[in-house]
Nanobody, 119 residues
Framework: QVQLVESGGGLVQAGGSLRLSCAAS????????MGWYRQAPGKQRELVATITYGGMPNYADSVKGRFTISRDNGKKMVYMQMNSLKPEDTAVYYC?????????????WGQGTQVTVSS
């Protein structure tokens, strides 16, 4: 069984910062990709940032220059530092781990953490 637990969400004023963390536990040995996604009310879930096991990041255009994704492979954790937050960043943020299995790749998701940015 695989579990992902996010933390670090909350309420912040526009221009402020938050740091999200996600800890993975369970049967995870071949992580290929870790990432953060978000879903605002009435909208589809969207990619925010991903990072490969080797450390190569990728960002959505809307967060480039403001958000930084990082990981600790040994601890099976992924982080996201969010600076210069905007009201449009308000959403539930989900972490994701893509794990290689003998039959292919599986995606695992956390339960989500709310980020609310007030104007």
């Amino acid at each position: 069984q695989v579990q992902l637990v996010e933390s670090g969400g909350g309420l912040v004023q526009a221009g402020g910062s938050l740091r999200l963390s996600c800890a993975a536990s369970g049967n995870i040995f071949s992580i290929v990709l870790m990432g953060w996604y978000r879903q605002a009310p009435g909208k589809q879930r969207e990619l925010v940032a991903t990072i490969t096991y080797g450390g190569m990041p990728n960002y959505a255009d809307s967060v480039k220059g403001r958000f930084t994704i990082s990981r600790d492979n040994g601890k099976k954790m992924v982080y996201m530092q969010m600076n210069s937050l905007k009201p449009e960043d308000t959403a539930v943020y989900y972490c994701n781990f893509r794990v290689l299995r003998s039959y292919g790749a599986n995606d695992y998701w956390g339960q989500g953490t709310q980020v609310t940015v007030s104007s």
